[in-house]
């Protein structure tokens, strides 16, 4: 439940693209948070009601007018939204923990040809030195669109698995879709042991009959006890002839092309409620009430299949949703609003408990132009799902098919791929706390109230401050700042004060975008590559964002990236940075450090921004704890920035990440 709802919103899953404004969309959370100033106090109340239902909001109050069931109410106090957070998920279930190849980048589009369209892309990507992490097929790939098929002529089976075998061995993934919805089809195996399984969702006591992408079809009903075995073994029977990485579940609102004219009440009450923002009925192209209703079943299955982590992408969610899946904001178009509008669904889906969420990047409906695209890959670099896709009917979009539109590709998830281990250590703490990965500004600054209604920027974690040009033709943005110093990731050297929070014009060229980090905070980076997989083996760098009135701290959660069970082969890595005698001191404390120790990762750079001029030179640099290196060995580099900052680059170091560390940087005289 979004803020700011227009009388009357509606909760009710529907098969309506997200293009669409002001009507229910793929999925409900009938949740809310009640931000209060001045001390930014926050409690929120979720109705746990899975009927359709009607949310009307005046201002001071919200009134529900609920079709059936009961009236579920919880109320959760914080006083601060993280907690707020981590209450909620602790009722609904904790965010999964996603693999670590899954915060790479993804290409899809719905109307790939055939295996060489995608072989094709895969190189066109390779050759435009563009990060590619994940290829994803739509239902092009199906055998007249029927699950777990591979179309003969366009996708034949033996060279998709040479593609996919050569997809793994480059350190890339392969994802498809999947439809809740089996055609009807006696020649069609997956058909026919549906029905000798008898697991079909029923109608008087004989399976529904529904249309969609196949035409005829039978939806395999998720409730029953049977049907996770059923729906596993077909995952296992696919997944024997094309190894794929992850399933992406589409269509499951329950998505149909025809309607039920029933005359139950159940499926027809007499109250309307705002379906689809004209009164439709609540069976209006979707499955009738009275049949029971996939992405836990697909969680399962993949667990059981791959014995690893599971990635689960779905279209539809409710209250809890984020235990399984993802989720990405559905058929959106390729304009201007689109993109805008895409920030507050994902800062939406953070809170709902879902936080591992993106949009279609370019837009999916309609054709988009090189400065859309090359401002929303500069947006959409840094959701914490990042996929381009497209609709058949729409132009080529690619990153590679303009230039400007690569050459920001590479800036922007180069920085993205180097933001890598925060992004990994904000998925476990979204997986241990229910914290969201991308979060409104008020998270970190609640008794800022100028905070309360932006949309238009977002922090990841509590430091990072994305402000992405959303406008046509815009070379600025202007950017609400918090109180503080903010430093440009793109480049250390400029940066921005403000005493008490205040917008700030910052220049934003085409091929720019605005990332900054606030005083206070320390990450720890890797180097740029084209997966993640390269990227894992590179050394580490720290940034420290060196603060006058706080220390600086930051974590770092490792572990293999994709094991179901972690046991014991993890780490975690607390940062702390202050001074300390007129030392600069940076220090780690490690747990379970000899998982990282295997692994052999080091702590190769310090980088200091932030400085006032006792560092514009350097006296010393002192290893007191971890790995000794000879002073003389190491690089030392000192710079003057704009606003007064000096900025300390410590190079050579080579501290075992899986040992605690001590350094102390001495002033020079």
Not at 63 to 80: A, E, H, M, R
Not at 190 to 205: C, E, H, P, S, W
Not at 323 to 337: F, P, Q, R
Not at 470 to 480: M, P, Q
Request: aromatic share 12%.
């Amino acid at each position: 439940m979004a803020c700011n709802l227009r009388p009357p919103n509606l909760t009710n899953n529907a098969d309506i693209p997200s293009a669409n404004k002001d009507v229910n969309l793929y999925g409900s959370h009938p949740f809310y948070i009640d931000l209060r100033s001045p001390k930014g106090d926050t409690h929120s109340v979720l109705l746990l009601n899975s009927n359709g239902m009607d949310v009307v909001y005046t201002g001071d109050r919200i009134t529900y007018k609920i079709l059936g069931g009961v009236l579920d109410l919880y109320f959760f106090v914080g006083p601060t939204p993280e907690l707020l957070l981590q209450h909620y998920t602790d009722l609904i279930g904790r965010p999964a923990l996603m693999p670590y190849w899954s915060f790479g980048f993804h290409q899809c589009r719905y109307g790939y040809k055939d295996v060489y369209d995608l072989e094709n892309v895969v190189s066109n990507y390779s050759k435009s030195q563009i990060p590619l992490e994940v290829m994803w097929t739509d239902i092009d790939y199906m055998d007249q669109y029927k699950d777990f098929t591979l179309d003969p002529v366009n996708f034949p089976a033996d060279r998709m698995k040479k593609f996919v075998d050569q997809l793994h061995q480059n350190g890339q993934k392969y994802v498809v879709i999947v439809d809740p919805g089996i055609g009807v089809n006696e020649s069609y195996d997956t058909y026919v042991r549906g029905l000798d399984a008898d697991i079909y969702i029923k109608r008087n006591g004989t399976p529904y009959q529904g249309k969609v992408w196949p035409g005829d079809l039978y939806f395999p009903d998720f409730l029953n006890p049977k049907t996770e075995a059923y729906w596993t073994n077909e995952i296992k029977i696919f997944h024997e002839n094309l190894p794929v990485d992850g399933l992406w579940i589409d269509m499951n609102e329950i998505a149909n092309f025809i309607s039920d004219q029933s005359n139950s009440s159940l499926d027809n009450p007499p109250y309307k409620i705002n379906n689809s923002g004209n009164n439709r009925s609540i069976n209006d192209r979707t499955v009738p009430a009275t049949a029971l209703h996939y992405a836990r079943a697909t969680n399962a299955a993949l667990v059981n299949v791959t014995g690893k982590r599971p990635f689960v992408l779905s279209r539809s969610t409710f209250v809890g949703s984020g235990k399984y899946a993802a989720h990405w904001t559905g058929d959106n178009a390729a304009n201007w609003n689109d993109l805008a509008y895409s920030i507050p669904g994902i800062l939406n889906f953070g809170i709902f408990g879902v936080p591992m969420v993106g949009a279609d990047i370019c837009g999916f409906l309609g054709n988009t132009n090189e400065e859309l695209c090359r401002r929303w890959i500069q947006l959409g670099a840094f959701y914490p799902f990042s996929r381009d896709h497209s609709n058949k009917q729409s132009s080529r979009q690619e990153l590679y098919i303009w230039e400007s539109v690569a050459e920001s590709g590479r800036q922007v998830l180069g920085l993205r791929y180097r933001l890598l281990p925060y992004l990994y250590t904000l998925n476990y703490e979204a997986h241990t706390k229910g914290t969201p990965i991308a979060r409104p500004l008020f998270f970190s600054f609640p008794q800022d109230n100028s905070t309360y209604n932006i949309s238009s920027q977002f922090l990841l974690g509590k430091g990072v401050l994305v402000s992405p040009v959303l406008k046509e033709g815009a070379v600025s943005v202007n950017a609400y700042l918090p109180a503080g110093n903010w430093f440009d990731l793109f480049n250390y050297s400029r940066s921005f004060s403000t005493s008490e929070g205040e917008y700030v014009d910052l220049e934003a060229a085409s091929n720019s975008t605005n990332v900054h980090v606030r005083e206070g905070s320390i990450l720890p980076l890797q180097g740029e590559a084209l997966t993640t997989q390269e990227a894992r083996n590179t050394s580490f760098r720290l940034l420290v964002a060196f603060s006058n009135t706080t220390n600086s701290s930051g974590e770092l959660y490792l572990d293999n990236g994709d094991d179901l069970q972690v046991g014991e082969r993890w780490s975690f890595v607390s940062f702390n940075s202050g001074l300390e005698n007129n030392s600069l001191v940076i220090e780690s404390l490690v747990e379970n450090g000899n998982f990282s120790i295997t692994q052999k990762w080091i702590v190769d750079e310090v980088i200091v921004v932030g400085l006032k001029n006792d560092f514009n030179k350097v006296g010393g640099v002192e290893i007191v704890r971890g790995t000794r290196v000879d002073e003389e060995d190491l690089v030392i580099n000192t710079v003057a920035n704009e606003g007064g900052f000096i900025t300390v680059e410590v190079s050579k170091l080579s501290l075992l990440v899986g040992k605690d560390f001590r350094v102390e940087i001495k002033p020079g005289s």
